[in-house]
């Protein structure tokens, strides 16, 4: 990997994802194999028993290569709330190091990754 990026907002649907996208694809059109990832995302739907976050899918379809939702999003909650507040009642750690291992993974296979943020930094 040579460079990456961290798409942050002021608050949740404020264009994170829709700046990422954009960021991906213009890297592509410069021939740059990217990928993406949200480490963490709340207001995820089940589908076969697998939480999923839709900005996550989308940021994965967008990827130059195939990666599995696991890597791109490590940890998806299903309540709709700050993603810490979603966790503890799920009662779950989140662990930096398995983040960093996610990206470290993720980062082996391409020149750039972009990494969406969670709601807003105020």
Same mark, same amino acid.
């Given at each position: &990997? ?10 949740? =649907? !404020? ?5 990422? +996208?954009? @960021? ?12 993406? &990832? ?10 076969? =028993? !697998? ?5 996550? +899918?989308? @940021? ?7 990666l599995p939702y696991a890597t791109i999003n490590p940890y998806a909650f299903a309540p709709p709330i700050a ?40």
């Amino acid at each position: &990997m040579s460079g990456g990026y961290f798409i942050t907002g002021t608050d949740t =649907g !404020v264009g994170k994802t829709v700046v990422g +996208l954009g @960021l991906m694809r213009a890297l592509k059109e410069r021939g740059r194999r990217v990928a993406a &990832m949200k480490p963490v995302a709340s207001g995820c739907r089940e589908r076969d =028993g !697998v939480l999923y976050n839709d900005d996550a +899918l989308r @940021l994965q379809a967008e990827g130059s290569v195939g990666l599995p939702y696991a890597t791109i999003n490590p940890y998806a909650f299903a309540p709709p709330i700050a993603p810490h507040l979603a966790a503890a009642e799920a009662g779950v750690w989140i662990s930096i190091p398995r983040i960093v291992e996610a990206f470290r993974g993720v980062a082996a296979q391409v020149e750039t990754v972009v990494v969406e943020g969670v709601g807003g930094w105020r």
